[in-house]
């Protein structure tokens, strides 16, 4: 019986099996608890012999059974750390980050740059009062030059904004001149009414920049606007002024740079000229100065608009403006940069 014992106990692979060894063998009705109870069938002189051979075979087995419980315990204990075992030494697996917006990218990009220039950074709002987007900036009611800008109104006196020339009207109202000069961008999106298609969108994005002070001139305008082109699509790119007619600078002027993905006039997206345009600017009209309780006989300045979607499009190559705004993760990925 010592023996058989033994064997189930060696045998046992689980907990159960050993709990179910130990119940048959020392259980209430176990076989040496069986042979326990039939004690008093033993003759007397044998009983104390007997009794001490069983107690010792119930310890035997009592103390297997306990050492088994144990190896079968750490044996269950090893297999689920090896199961759970982690390689430190493998590269981690990173989380899928998204990405920047290549518009917003590239408004940082130039926010940076025009920081860089001495410039503050200033927003406003995006639905605007007709005063503001209009009127203070030389485009009476009824004027036709609002035509350029096709407007979604809101009510009777507000609108979304169609540029971020408002910004910088309420800008200079509060600026006190006398402390000295205001040079400043505005970016941020601006709509106008269209039929979106690929080169046509209801909303895009501005950055507009102001420069007020005494002795502010056209060349001051001109070297900030090339310094710009060149920072933005290369140190090897050209510029040029073309006279041009917005209602709010006098003069006007637009800039071409040089075409670029293509030799000489040969490229259709310069239309075979060989000069790309990229921004509108001007000197400040007085008007504009004046509506915003300024001396235009003291102060003077320029300002020059910005399309950052234009320039996306210009310096990546986009073929569809919708791309901008529809959010398909394969697009703006091409815009990853590297951590
Ligand atoms: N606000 C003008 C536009 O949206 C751009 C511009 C700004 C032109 C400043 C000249 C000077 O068309």
């Known amino acids: 019986l010592r023996e058989k014992g033994l064997t189930d106990i060696k045998n046992s692979k689980t907990e159960q099996e050993l709990n179910d060894a130990r119940v048959r063998l020392l259980g209430k009705k176990g076989a ?4 326990l109870h039939s004690m008093k069938d033993v ?4 009983r104390k012999e007997v009794g001490q051979a069983v107690n010792d075979a119930r310890d035997h087995l009592a103390t297997q059974i306990a050492t ?3 190896q079968i315990e750490t044996d269950l204990l090893n297999k689920k750390l090896a199961a759970e075992k982690v390689d430190v030494t493998l590269p981690g697996v990173r989380p899928n980050t998204g990405v920047q917006h290549v518009i917003n990218i590239m408004r940082q990009d130039l926010e940076q740059f025009f920081i860089g220039l001495g410039y503050s950074v200033i927003v406003g709002p995006e639905v605007e009062s007709d005063h503001y ?3 203070m900036m030389n485009l009476p009611k009824d004027h036709p030059a609002r035509d350029m800008q096709d407007t979604f109104y809101v009510d009777a006196e507000h609108l979304l904004r169609t540029q971020t ?3 910088q009207a309420r800008t200079m109202e509060q600026h006190d001149f006398e402390k000295g000069p205001l040079s400043m961008v505005s970016p941020g999106k601006v709509y106008r009414r ?3 298609d690929a080169t046509h969108s209801h909303q895009f994005n501005q950055l507009e920049g102001l420069v007020i002070d005494k002795h502010v001139t056209m060349a001051d305008l001109k070297g900030t606007l090339e310094l710009t082109a060149k920072h933005f699509f290369g140190q090897d790119r050209q510029t040029r002024l073309r006279p041009s007619f917005f209602p709010f600078t006098e003069p006007s002027v637009e800039m071409d ?10 490229c259709a997206v310069c239309k075979y000229t060989g000069w790309i345009e990229v921004l509108g600017a001007g000197m400040v009209h007085p008007n504009v100065l004046e509506n915003a309780g300024v001396d235009s006989s003291v102060y003077g300045g320029f300002a020059f608009g910005i399309g950052i979607d234009r320039f996306a499009i210009l310096k990546y190559g986009v073929t569809d403006i919708r791309d901008f705004y529809t959010n398909d993760v394969r697009f703006l990925e091409q815009f990853k940069t590297e951590e």
């Open 32 to 35: 040496l608890t069986e042979i």
């Open 43 to 46: 003759e007397p002189e044998r």
């Open 68 to 70: 088994m419980k144990q």
């Open 133 to 135: 987007n209009f009127e």
């Open 165 to 167: 020339s408002p910004v």
């Open 194 to 196: 269209d039929d979106d």
């Open 257 to 266: 740079v040089s075409c670029f993905k293509c030799n000489g006039a040969g």
